[in-house]
């Protein structure tokens, strides 16, 4: 699927002028389910200090004055991560550095946008939705960001925004657990797209119809996060891991339920995922490379993603995740978006 995506962006990048070549936008794009752990270094992280704007979900990270450990010092050993090197260090002082524009919560789901000041990066408006017990508790749901590129005002929201450069719909997500909760997951999905179309954050209502997949010219939407999909329930772990090992990733993913739900229009089925290419990134011994070895020994799975809507101007260039990330039962997964503005 992004291959079309990519080739249709390429094709336009070969047409375009030299000065527009310059009206690009490198986006990373970071899922990470902290597993309640509380990391004090983040190496990792130097390998995004070039982009112009790092896009950061967060799930089960708990934001409450009573830790010892809160959202600031988090903050901290992220942009002392991203710069940890003397020569990154400069480098940054020379061509900017990322620095932190917003940081949006959703109880324990949360979206941190870093940018660099050449992006002019905006905050528009912001939304959240609660997916848990009842449709209330914030344990499961969304944080939402509407963030332009380049020159605009806010007064443009109400215009559909035709004075920006370019618009992201950013949702970072964490939907119900449990590989038979599938339906569950959907209705979360769903409730999110509901919740953002009745509001100000939903520009282009025509990227989540099952009526329409045009490709937008001006705008983007990525959603992404632990999104809690599973393998289907007749693969043994022993199988999966098996597999894992032997790269023979496609069959797995035959088996994946957000692939199967998509193909099914049941839910994400109109935004592209990149080809998955690394290992399940659920669940591990924490601080270790091997999975779950508990009682309860659970089947690998793919439960963080990242997706985007199919525009002209969007080339996902990397897709991957982080082994280097141990400290959690997951491993992050990242995104790099080329994202033209002009």
Known sequence: ????????????????????????????????????????????????????????????????????????QLQTVIEKSLYQSSALREQAMSGGRLVLVDWHLQGSVQLAVFAKSSAQLSVLAKAQVSCGVGKVLPNKGAACTLVALGKCTKIAVRMSLTNCTTCN?????????????????????KLV?????????????RYLSSTSKQPCERNALVCFGDLNYRLGPFLRRSEVILATHDYSLFELLNNDQLTQERAACEAFDVVLEGRISFPPTYKFNKFSRSYDSSVRRRVPAWTDRILHAPSNCIALSGYQSVAAAQHSDHRPVSAIIELLLQ
């Not at 995506?5 to 990373?28: L, Y």
């Open 1 to 72: 699927e992004s291959g079309l995506s990519v080739c249709s962006f390429q094709s336009n990048i070969q047409r375009i002028s030299g000065r527009e070549m310059k009206s690009m936008c490198r986006i990373a794009i970071l899922t990470w389910n902290m597993g309640a752990q509380s990391p004090s270094r983040c190496e990792w992280l130097r390998h995004f200090s070039d982009v112009d704007v790092l896009l950061l979900g967060l799930q089960e990270f708990d934001d409450s004055t009573q830790r010892q450990y809160n959202r600031r």
């Open 169 to 189: 719909q950013v949702v970072s997500m964490h939907l119900a657990a449990h590989i038979g909760h599938v339906k569950a997951r959907n209705e979360g999905y």
């Open 193 to 205: 797209v509901d919740t953002l179309k009745a509001s100000s954050m939903w520009v282009r209502r």
